[in-house]
């Protein structure tokens, strides 16, 4: 049976971790490494929650018999959290990745009582001597591939579907119009806010809304390949978002933006067994691999490509910052003076839309 | 009207036919289930089966048609068993059905695992020929996928089989009180094991239209709360076919014109719009138990109660 076949072995995983979470202990092995996930979506989410599994697969591939691999996905923000990482710190895991903003404080609350288990959160801000925050500079990608719009769009008006007026996601749809428009002065981006990370119907409507008002360039924050779907039978571009979606629009996708933890899980989990793990925060980008990309897709010009390429170069060499001056405000009034750029603190605090940007930001 | 506007207004009605369409279904299937005296909350479940056995046997199989036929008997495999627990062994209709959405979400999500990243080209576009041609209302009316001209044809035959029909009649007397129809004659089990059967059927379909025409994948809970919102859509229709059908496009429409304001830069908190269908339901719930003789009528009397013939 082809639904069931392959995923036999995940199921046993899936119920491991279920039988977890309801609090009975499964016996360890003593000299392994145990290394456990708290996931916020389904694995199959092809997009947040895929990525940090394939990390964690990279993991098991890496190290074998020597490791241990535990998820409990689809895992609710608030007391069900702390529920799960208690019974994973008390399961004998050594190092626990909490793979959402929500888990912050059941993460540092559980790390104090268990002062042996390594934590790790993503894209929190909250660390202690056993919690180490990580996240990536994914409007890093966003310049590059605003920049590829700003080339593309022959209608100057680019569509961006956006989940929640978030500093993130904000963030994000600045980074995107200031590359945009340093190639392209003319061309705007229209937002769509759908509510959701995750709701591929809606997130094929906006795109087609956006379309429809003449967006010819579409980019989404949003987690499903829908849109990008919605603008290959439209006959338009855009980019994947989290992964490399290039099997659901072929001709649509240029590139992706894709989270890449592989190399960060691998080196944490090494740095675990040879106990020379502290607590870190990192931000990492384009320059670690952390924000990486897919080839280009075939529809392509080279033009694009080399001016596309200059920016990541520029990134890695740090010869560019996605928001250097000048930058100007919705009303055209300059926020950030040539030669200075906006501080880590500052972006992750962003609340404002840039020039260049249509409409105005929900409260 | 100008062509100009033609042009703009002509894809704005074809997206929001798309959004309406997966509502129709799912609300007319319950509809007749609930005129029967039957409450089944597992409609997202059973959407949820649909879309994922619909989308992997048309992938394997490469028939649409078959795919569509596989989610319509999901969808009727979950409501068998939502009827075997509520009309045999009368478990709570509440909570079972709750339970077969809960459920439905955990099973479509395992089957579904090897589907994921998998792309399909979507039903295709049947043009009728010669009318077709029409210019805007060819575009407009005539060149869709079977499954919306189906949801058309379905909701008349329901309406028609409801108020035209004796078997329609014995349906409503089975879903008002169930003790008389049973004095009558009247096999009240078997009605209801058939209504919600077909019930499970429909949903199933909304499923497949999720997963093959509606964004042509499969990925986990893609369905995102549309169920509920068939829910409240019978409500809101009073148990009236032709109000379903408006509220399914109203709802659907409220869902698009609210995207288009935002790509025009119209300042409409889209929390609020994505509140509307619910807000509304509740109005007309409101409406109902103020004007217990108009819109009362039409509202099942037996709903949600188990029936035993020696009650």
């Known amino acids: 049976m082809f639904v069931f076949g392959s995923t036999i072995k995940k199921t046993a995983i899936a119920i491991a971790a279920g039988v977890l979470s309801l609090g009975a202990m499964s016996v360890a092995a003593a000299d392994k490494t145990k290394v456990g996930f708290v996931y916020v979506g389904p694995v199959g989410d092809h997009g947040w929650t895929y990525r940090h599994d394939i990390g964690r697969q990279a993991i098991e591939a890496e190290f074998g018999d020597d490791v241990e691999t535990t998820f409990v996905e689809s895992v609710a923000e608030g007391a069900d959290a702390e529920r799960v990482i208690r019974n994973l710190a008390s399961s004998g895991h050594d190092l626990i990745f909490t793979t959402s903003f929500g888990y912050m404080n059941p993460t540092v609350k559980v790390a104090k009582d268990f002062p042996k288990v390594k934590f790790e959160h993503a894209t929190g801000y909250k660390r202690a001597d056993n919690v180490a925050t990580y996240s990536g500079r994914f409007y890093e990608g966003r310049s590059v591939i605003g920049t590829m719009a700003g080339m593309m769009t022959k209608s100057n008006i680019v569509g961006y579907i956006a989940s929640f007026p978030i500093p993130e996601v904000v963030r994000g749809i600045n980074a995107f119009t200031i590359a945009m428009r340093r190639v392209n002065p003319e061309a705007e981006v229209k937002v769509v806010w759908v509510n959701s990370w995750y709701d591929p119907g809606k997130e094929s409507d906006a795109a087609k809304t956006l379309i429809d008002q003449g967006a010819d360039v579409i980019t989404q924050h949003t987690d499903s390949p829908a849109p990008l779907q919605a603008a290959q039978e439209r006959g338009v571009v855009g980019f994947g978002q989290a992964s490399d979606m290039s099997a659901f629009a072929p001709d649509a996708q240029l590139t992706a933006i894709v989270d890449n933890w592989d190399q960060y899980y691998v080196d944490r989990t090494r740095a675990v067994i040879d106990g020379t793990w502290s607590s870190q925060d990192v931000w990492d980008g384009i320059a670690t691999g952390m924000v990486d990309f897919p080839e280009y897709g075939a529809g392509v010009p080279d033009d694009v490509k080399a001016a596309a390429d200059v920016i990541k170069n520029g990134i890695i060499d740090g010869s560019f910052h996605s928001f250097q001056g000048p930058i100007k405000n919705q009303a055209g009034e300059i926020i950030v003076d040539e030669g200075e750029s906006i501080s880590d603190e500052e972006l992750l605090g962003m609340s404002y839309y840039v020039e260049g940007v249509q409409g105005s930001l929900p409260k | ?311």
């Not at chain 2, 035959?157 to 009247?186: C, K």
Request: proline share 4%; net charge positive.
């Open chain 2, 1 to 311: 009207m100008n062509s100009e506007a033609l042009t703009f207004i002509v894809p704005v009605l074809l997206t929001i036919i798309a959004a309406a369409t997966p509502l129709v279904y799912a609300a007319i299937g319950e509809l007749l289930v609930e005129k029967s005296g039957v409450l089944n909350l597992g409609v997202e479940g059973m959407m949820l089966l649909g879309a994922v056995s619909s989308f992997a046997v048309a992938h394997v199989s490469g028939s649409a048609l078959l795919g569509v036929f596989t989610g319509m008997f999901a969808g009727m495999a979950m409501a068998l068993i939502f009827a075997f627990l509520t009309l045999h062994l009368r478990s709570s209709q509440v909570a079972t059905g709750l339970a077969l959405t809960i459920f439905g979400i955990g099973v479509s999500a395992l089957m579904g695992q090897s589907l994921i990243g998998i792309a399909y080209a979507g039903l295709p576009d049947i043009m009728i020929p010669v009318l077709s041609n029409i210019p805007v209302l060819g575009k407009l009316l005539f060149q869709h996928n079977v499954l919306v001209y189906g949801s058309f044809v379905l909701v008349f035959a329901v309406w028609w089989f409801l108020q035209h029909t004796r078997a329609g009649l014995v349906l409503r007397a089975v879903g008002d009180s169930p003790e008389a129809a049973h004095a009558l004659g009247y096999p009240v089990i078997r009605v209801r094991y058939l209504a919600t059967l077909f019930g499970g059927a429909c949903a199933g379909v909304s499923g497949a239209y999720l997963s093959m025409a509606y964004a042509p994948m499969w990925v986990e809970n893609m369905t995102a709360g549309r169920g509920w919102i068939a829910l409240a859509l019978v409500v809101f229709a009073t148990w009236q076919p032709g109000r379903l059908l408006f509220g399914a496009y109203l709802f659907g429409g409220i869902t698009i014109l609210q995207l288009h304001a935002q790509a025009f830069g119209i300042n409409v908190p889209s929390q609020l719009m994505s509140m509307l269908p619910y807000v509304a339901t509740i109005v007309v719930l409101v409406l109902i138990s103020r004007d217990r003789g108009r819109i009362r009528r039409n509202a099942p009397a037996s709903i949600g109660q188990a029936f035993h013939p020696t009650k």
